[in-house]
């Protein structure tokens, strides 16, 4: 792919009792990309690989073109990252963490911030350690999107949500992609999520990756099998080692 | 860089007000009784204060960060791991910085307002900035066991540095003086004896910096 923003190339990773064996795959600019696997797959060790918060033993990844690890804060820059658990200073308050973060990104749009808190009904005022597991869910998701970024990485978002948030998240996400130049790669192992809103999808089993296609020929391929197949029904067969 | 430093100031503004809020109150309460005996106590406090306020404050903001889990959130923002912990050694040194200064300026008035204040330990304007100097080795090694492994490494490292700090310099002491007279005379020092012991110990925490900064950048976070 000639406009790929994210690429990984052969990239390992040991850890005890885990292997990250030879991930290869790319996502093109403007798609949304979904990577999905059983827990303990090693979507998250691939994320943090992405983002510099693990090294990886051999094989490289290039955002926009850049070596993650050399052009780490100009990378950074331009990509908008949700992690699994959602991190804040709890003594502070959710408008302190927005005016904390905005400046170390150049493209922050505070009015869209604002309108995100609002939409999202996000009591800025109030502290991050007092906000619900939803609450922390939104605001991380509003501070990864208020620079907008052209990359959003979300780890797990929704995993744990109540189905009302996380139907709201995943609109936004599809709003966010808007004018076709942003992308999202979205690690989960809820597949309704991607049915909803995945282009394409990248499916690891036991750190290996199983398959990575467009959402559409992925389910083309299964249903020559098994005519109404889902991406569930994918995942669960590489799962068992089955085709 | 001055975000992340201001950030650290303020996880730490409270440490830095009790001291202030103590040490202040204790001596203008005695300046305004005219009792010598408060204004002695409030200097003892301002000299506790002193070795504490640069280890003290690194432990606090490293504690907060590992409470928080924050770590991983400050290095999955556009922020260098140099950077990161380059502001917790600066924040730290000039949280003990800011008290050296209000230390220097109560043990002038202290001793221009009670000039029999402190008995032993007359107050010296610069008794907080040697204090203050002689622990940044401990702060160093404290932020270097965070930044290698977490808060609990770095709670044992200043533990076992404070110990050391008291025991080791009896190693040097001099044939037939005893401990009180020994402590009174480091307790004592030349300004020569300051300045030595200033930019060998700001030259010991440089290093800690380099050495914190090369182990963070290698250190995976969960």
């Known amino acids: 792919m000639d406009d790929a923003v994210l690429q990984l190339c052969k990239i390992s990773k040991a850890y005890p009792g885990f292997e990250l064996k030879d991930v290869s795959f790319e996502l093109p600019r403007g798609y949304i990309m979904g990577l999905v696997g059983p827990n303990g797959a090693g979507k998250t060790t691939i994320i943090r690989i992405m983002m510099n918060l693990a090294r990886a033993d051999s094989g490289q990844a290039a955002i926009f073109g850049l070596d993650n690890v050399a052009h780490e804060t100009e990378v950074k820059r331009r990509i908008g990252y949700v992690p699994e658990n959602h991190n804040f200073y709890d003594d502070m308050t959710a408008g302190w963490m927005a005016r904390f973060v905005r400046q170390y990104y150049p493209t922050w749009d505070q009015n869209y911030f604002d309108a995100l808190a609002a939409r999202f009904e996000i009591d800025l005022g109030k502290r991050a350690g007092a906000l619900s597991k939803g609450n922390r869910a939104k605001l991380s998701l509003a501070l990864a999107m208020a620079h907008r970024p052209e990359l959003l990485i979300l780890d797990e978002p929704t995993s744990g949500l109540d189905p009302v948030v996380r139907r709201e998240l995943l609109g936004e996400l599809l709003d966010f992609m808007g004018d076709g130049e942003r992308s999202v790669l979205f690690s989960t192992h809820i597949t309704s999520d991607l049915d909803r809103v995945a282009d394409y999808i990248t499916i690891i089993v036991d750190g290996r990756i199983h398959d990575s296609d467009e959402k559409d020929a992925l389910l083309e391929k299964a249903r020559k099998d098994e005519p109404t197949a889902s991406i569930e029904d994918i995942v669960i067969l590489a799962a068992r080692g089955e085709k | ?222």
């Not at chain 2, 650290?8 to 040490?23: Q, T």
């Not at chain 2, 005695?30 to 010598?36: D, F, K, N, P, V």
């Not at chain 2, 400050?74 to 000039?94: G, N």
């Not at chain 2, 914190?212 to 995976?220: D, L, Y």
């Open chain 2, 1 to 222: 860089m001055t975000n992340l430093i201001w950030k650290d100031l303020y996880v730490n503004r409270s440490m830095i007000f009790i001291a202030i809020g103590l040490f202040g109150g204790l001596f203008v309460f005695g300046a305004l009784t005219g009792s010598e005996e408060i204004a002695a106590y409030s200097l003892g406090i301002m000299n506790t204060f002193s070795p504490m306020m640069v280890p003290f404050c690194a432990l606090n903001s490293a504690a907060n960060e590992e409470k928080n889990r924050t770590l991983a959130l400050l290095r999955s923002m556009p922020i260098s791991p140099r950077t990161i912990v380059a502001s917790k050694f600066i924040s730290s040194l000039l949280a003990g910085i800011l008290w050296s200064v209000i230390n220097m300026v109560a043990a002038s008035w202290g001793t221009r307002l009670f000039p029999g204040a402190g008995g032993e330990f007359p107050p010296s304007s610069l008794t907080g900035l040697y204090m203050m100097a002689l622990t940044l080795p401990i702060a160093a090694v404290t932020l270097i066991a965070f930044f290698k492994w977490n808060s609990s490494a770095a709670r044992t490292a200043i533990m076992a540095l404070w110990v050391a700090l008291y025991v080791i310099p009896t190693a040097f002491r001099p044939a037939g003086m005893s401990m009180t007279e020994f402590y009174l005379k480091i307790m004592s020092p030349t300004p020569s004896m300051i300045s030595v012991v200033l930019v060998a110990c700001l030259g010991v925490y440089v290093v800690g910096m380099l050495v914190a900064q090369a182990v963070f950048a290698r250190r995976e976070l969960a």
